[in-house]
């Protein structure tokens, strides 16, 4: 177990171009944390520097403070999972478990011991006698994690290790994998593009785009308050809505309107901010699908119900059982999304009005697409 800390770190492949950029990270010791970003936007890169399978380029990387740039990937004692996790086809389940420990030298007894510890952690004693062509994905997964955590290294590395499995498995395994963490509270860094594997298992999760650090923070932070436009839409399924509009003093309050005139008032802790830097110009207003309701909600009680809605005409209805999204266009053509309960009733072609939970919504910068209420994180 051990704390990491990456310092302007930075990878270059060609000179001209930068995979990953003044990357500054301190992960503390049992952490579980989270990297998401776009397709290229640097994840994998960061995570082989820490392993030492990639050079860095600049910058420097401390595990438990002692620098690691030079320290060959044998030595920095870290387990990594892949994608597509290599097992020895024609060596049982056993012996690729025990292999990386064998070719250590470490003594028959003690790789016996720990095969079968790692094995019961992972309930997988009663495969390992088979070979990797007798299991089924999840089992060769839980056989390669296995055998990254015989070693009790220091940190896990894992870099979309469930990508290749079926959606039951995945969360499966999701959960067996929070359960491990649990138990060992092994330092972990993880790769996923999945949003559930991303709130679900993270301490913190670290938003990328572009090889930099756009927001890191807690799960609940990066959902409840993200720095600016791109972790806002990122992060949350279905994305959330935005939606140009300009700001309009009303009275001793202030309303966002959209260029069909639908109004939304502005609550009355942010108005006085908005009117001041924003009145008669634009902003984004961001609104989380979830935070649409068919009736008018207590929460929203300070302000008044004929400004707290929006009129849309609905496109789709997709019923997922437990709830349903809607699909809707407003009178200027703007789309947006609505998650309401299974109960609401409405076809294509109906008109839908929808109350808004102001308090919850984000206003963005045009110009420079940060959360103007954004609280701030550790980073
Ligand atoms: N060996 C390499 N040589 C040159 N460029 C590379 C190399 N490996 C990665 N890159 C580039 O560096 C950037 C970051 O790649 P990286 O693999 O870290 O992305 P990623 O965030 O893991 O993406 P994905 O989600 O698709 O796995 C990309 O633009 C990629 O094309
Ligand atoms: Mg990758």
Redesign the pocket.
Same mark, same amino acid.
């Given at each position: 177990m051990s704390d990491i800390t990456l310092r302007n770190v930075c990878k270059s492949?060609?000179k001209e171009h930068y995979?990953v950029k003044d990357f500054n990270l301190d992960i503390h010791d049992g952490e579980f944390v989270i990297f998401v &970003?776009p *397709?290229?936007? &640097?994840? *994998?890169?960061?995570l082989r520097m820490i392993a030492g399978l990639e050079e860095i380029t600049g910058g420097e990387l401390w595990i438990d403070k002692q620098l690691c740039n030079y320290i060959e990937p044998k030595d920095r004692d870290l387990s990594m999972v892949f994608q597509n996790y290599a097992l020895y086809p024609q060596m049982t389940v056993y012996d690729n478990m025990a292999f990386a420990l064998q070719i250590r030298k470490v003594p028959k007894q003690e790789i016996n011991q720990k095969v079968h510890e790692a094995a019961a952690i992972l309930g997988i004693e009663q495969l390992l006698k088979r070979r990797p062509g007798q299991l089924s994905g999840g089992q060769k997964q839980r056989v390669a994690i296995g055998s990254a955590i015989m070693r009790r290294p220091k940190a896990f590395l894992m870099d979309e290790p469930l990508s290749n499995l079926d959606a039951k498995l995945r969360a499966q395994m999701r959960v067996e994998l929070a359960d491990l963490h649990k138990r060992l509270g092994t330092t972990t860094i993880y790769?996923t593009?999945d949003q559930t594997e991303a709130m679900t298992l993270g301490t913190r999760i670290v938003v990328m785009k572009d090889g930099f650090i756009r927001q890191a923070d807690t799960p609940s932070a990066i959902y409840e308050d993200p720095a600016d436009l791109f972790v806002a839409g990122f992060i949350g399924s279905p994305s959330m809505n935005f939606m140009e509009g300009t700001i309009h003093k009303n009275g001793e309050g202030a309303d966002f309107v959209l260029a069909s005139g639908q109004k939304l008032e502005i609550p009355k802790q942010k108005a006085e901010i908005m009117v001041e830097r924003y009145h008669n110009k634009k902003v984004i207003l961001g609104i989380r699908p979830e935070h649409f309701s068919e009736k008018f909600k207590k929460e929203n009680a300070n302000l008044s119900a004929d400004r707290c809605g929006l009129t849309g005409t609905i496109v789709v209805k997709e019923m997922l059982g437990a709830e349903s999204i809607f699909y809707l266009k407003e009178r200027s053509a703007l789309e947006f999304s609505a998650r309401l309960s299974v109960e609401t009733q409405g076809r294509p072609g109906d008109e839908l009005r929808l109350y808004v939970d102001m308090n919850r919504v984000h206003f963005f910068d045009t110009k420079t697409e940060k959360n103007i209420f954004y609280h701030g994180g550790q980073q």
């Open positions: 492949y060609d995979a &970003g *397709s290229g936007c &640097g994840k *994998s890169t960061t790769v593009h």
